[in-house]
């Protein structure tokens, strides 16, 4: 069974810096694209960024040059690096894992960018 954990969340000011991590487990980890997306109070669910099994990423553009997702297949983890982040970026983000056709969630974790 897959087991996604999301750690690394909290409050920090307008300019600062955060980095979430996720480790997974219960399933061949390399061979799987990862994502982290975001949500806030009252909006959808949305993509922040997904790295595939072979490293190829992909952003969208409210964080592009800002954030950076990696993967460490070692350790069964991703990570996502948060620079320059902005009071709209508050959100829970949330792990995720596409197994085939299958999506697998972690529990997410709260980021709050506020002076």
């Known amino acids: 069974q897959v087991q996604l954990v999301e750690s690394g969340g909290g409050l920090v000011q307008p300019g600062g810096s955060l980095r979430l991590s996720c480790a997974a487990s219960?399933?061949?980890?390399?061979?799987?694209?990862m994502g982290w997306y975001r949500q806030a109070p009252g909006k959808q669910r949305e993509l922040v960024a997904a790295?595939?099994?072979?490293?190829?990423?992909n952003y969208a553009g409210f964080v592009k040059g800002r954030f950076t997702i990696s993967r460490d297949n070692t350790k069964n983890t991703v990570y996502l690096q948060m620079n320059s982040l902005k009071p709209e970026d508050t959100a829970v983000y949330y792990c995720?894992?596409?197994?085939?056709?299958?999506?697998?969630w972690g529990r997410g974790t709260q980021v709050t960018v506020s002076s």
């Open positions: 790295v595939t099994g072979g490293g190829s990423t």
């Open positions: 219960g399933s061949r980890f390399s061979f799987n694209s």
């Open positions: 995720n894992m596409r197994v085939g056709f299958n999506d697998y």
